[in-house]
């Protein structure tokens, strides 16, 4: 008996999970607000949910009967952002980037700041007041400070964390949010959860630390010690078609509007043949558009989770979206509906003769 008839889909209540959970704010190593939202959802559905050292949450939910396949799937909760590391003495905070933001994005940014989400601005220098020569200029991050205003106090610590203040918006046929890298991801695993399919044992991931290395994915991977993984991430879009003033834009690595990004290659991870083959196979059966991310930068919790024990069969998929780290990224719904489709219907398929060395050499 399967429940394989019963597919997943994205509505009203899963637009609104993405949104509580673009909203949230968990930089890195402290991803505690996204952790409460995922274990709310999940303790109803898992058969076992617990939360590691590191603060990964590890959901396992069963199959039924024999010979099924022990699959990871890992999704990372932390998102990039700031943490704050000491306060001048006129009450302007100095900050540290977490994980990979470029400093041209951050003069006049709104930040909201530690647990209780206190707003502030990062100080930009008005362009009344700057020279020429500065406006060329990059302004380096030991030189810009967090103004929350003189009444600030001792309401902000040095280890606090803030994200950018961006709220999420549904427009039109986009979704525009901060942190959609990598909340799309987790919101996609946790409806893969709750339509799990019989013939494999779903072991789900909700990792820590990725955008500063890949760090909780790693002791995930050990604990699960699955037969094959895939990490479930969002990936740039590059996709506009006069990049940096030239004439063509060349680089295109995904576009929007094409469907879930299925990874060969990335800095990381050269991703398993046969698992390639599998979700093409899959999409073009399903009549469902996909495109191959373009090799190139960046690197998804497949990187360490491949490497794990003897070695676990592993790729990606990704949502793309434009603007990835930077305060607003957009994403197109069809695409991450195309994305929960060929997930879905990939782990459908999923047999212990999928991994035949066979089919790898
Ligand atoms: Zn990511």
Redesign the pocket.
């Known amino acids: 008996m399967t429940n394989n008839h019963k597919k997943p889909e994205i509505g009203p209540n899963q637009i609104g999970l993405l949104e509580k959970l673009c909203n949230a704010t968990a930089v890195s190593g402290d991803e505690y607000e996204v952790r409460k939202i995922i274990l709310e959802a999940m303790k109803p559905i898992a058969d076992e949910i617990k939360v590691d050292a590191l603060g990964n949450i590890l959901v396992t939910k069963l199959g039924g009967g024999k010979g099924r396949v022990r699959v990871m799937l890992a999704a990372?909760m932390d998102e990039i952002g700031f943490m704050v590391v000491k306060k001048d003495e006129d009450n302007l905070f100095e900050f540290e980037r977490v994980g990979g933001i470029d400093e041209r994005q951050l003069p006049g940014k709104a930040v909201l700041v530690g647990r209780d989400h206190l707003p502030g601005v990062i100080g930009a220098k008005p362009i009344h007041m700057t020279t020429a020569k500065e406006r060329k200029n990059k302004i380096k991050v030991s030189d810009m400070r967090i103004d929350m205003g003189p009444e600030i106090g001792d309401r902000v610590k040095p280890g606090d964390r803030a994200t950018f203040a961006t709220r999420f918006r549904v427009l039109g046929p986009s979704i525009c949010a901060k942190a959609l890298?990598?909340r799309l991801?987790v919101a996609t695993l946790m409806e893969l959860l709750k339509y799990a399919p019989e013939n494999i044992d779903l072991l789900a991931a909700f990792t820590v630390q990725?955008?500063v290395g890949l760090r909780g994915a790693r002791v995930a991977a050990y604990a699960f010690d699955p037969e094959m993984a895939i990490a479930l991430?969002?990936t740039p879009a590059n996709d506009l078609p006069h990049w940096d003033d030239e004439d063509e834009n060349v680089q295109y690595n995904t576009r929007l509007d094409a469907g879930p990004a299925i990874y060969v290659m990335d800095r990381a991870t050269i991703a398993d043949r046969r698992l390639v083959n599998w979700l093409r196979e899959t999409a073009e059966d399903c009549g469902i558009p996909y495109q191959f991310r373009q090799p190139g930068g960046g690197g998804?919790d497949a990187g360490v989770i491949h490497k794990t024990r003897s070695g676990i069969p592993s790729t990606s998929v990704s949502v793309p979206s434009r603007y990835l780290h930077t305060a607003a990224g957009i994403a197109r719904l069809d695409d991450w509906v195309n994305t929960l489709s060929l997930l879905h219907a990939a782990l459908c398929r999923v047999t212990p003769e999928l991994l035949a060395v066979e089919r790898r050499d």
Do not use: I, P, R
Request: glycine share 12%; charged share 55%; aromatic share 0%.
């Open positions: 990372h890298d990598d991801g990725e955008e991430d969002s998804t």
